[in-house]
């Protein structure tokens, strides 16, 4: 089986250029996890290196499958300068080792939470996981290894968490492009949710 973390790697820089930063952080029990960080204008992009390394197994199953299974990797954009998102590193590796230590799949649709503000004074502690294909494409690997998906992270506030729980992730969404929501805000405010 090839190495899959340097193909992973290789589709970062193809897709979002040259890391100027990198940080590693390993948990205890857990596979090292990076994050990389890319900057394109006025954006600031976080991606994780080191989740797909692993497919992520169902928590329901006996064994877990060492080849077969859901890959992905996590990628958070904010707009540079207007917060000290660099010290979201630490949290963006605790979400991709979710599926090592939680046992979770991480697919479109979730929530995911790290029970403090992303970076300090952030408004947001947890993010939703949004589709994805439109920043970095997924990368196929050889049968019978699954694609790895590159989900991108949309940050909720805790209202809006709670709304989603109740009304569905389609349902934020919506309400997030009806307002006309820059969810690349750093330190952006809650949607109306009333």
Known sequence: MADVLPLVEARLRTSLGEPDARAAVTFLG???????RFHEGDIVRYATLGMSAQPMADPTAVLADPVRGPRAELVLSV???????????????????????????????????????????????????AEPGGLVEDLELDEPLDPVRFLPLLPMTPNEAAWKRVHGAQALQERWLNQGTDLRDPSRKSVPLE
Do not use: M, N, Y
């Open 30 to 36: 857990t596979d090292r996890i990076e994050v990389l």
């Open 79 to 129: 707009r540079a300068g207007a917060a000290d998102t660099g010290k979201v590193l630490r949290p963006l590796a605790v979400l991709a080792a979710s599926p090592q230590v939680e046992g979770v799949i991480v697919a479109p649709g979730a929530s995911l939470d790290v029970g403090e503000p992303l970076w300090p004074g952030a408004p947001f502690t947890s993010v939703l996981v």
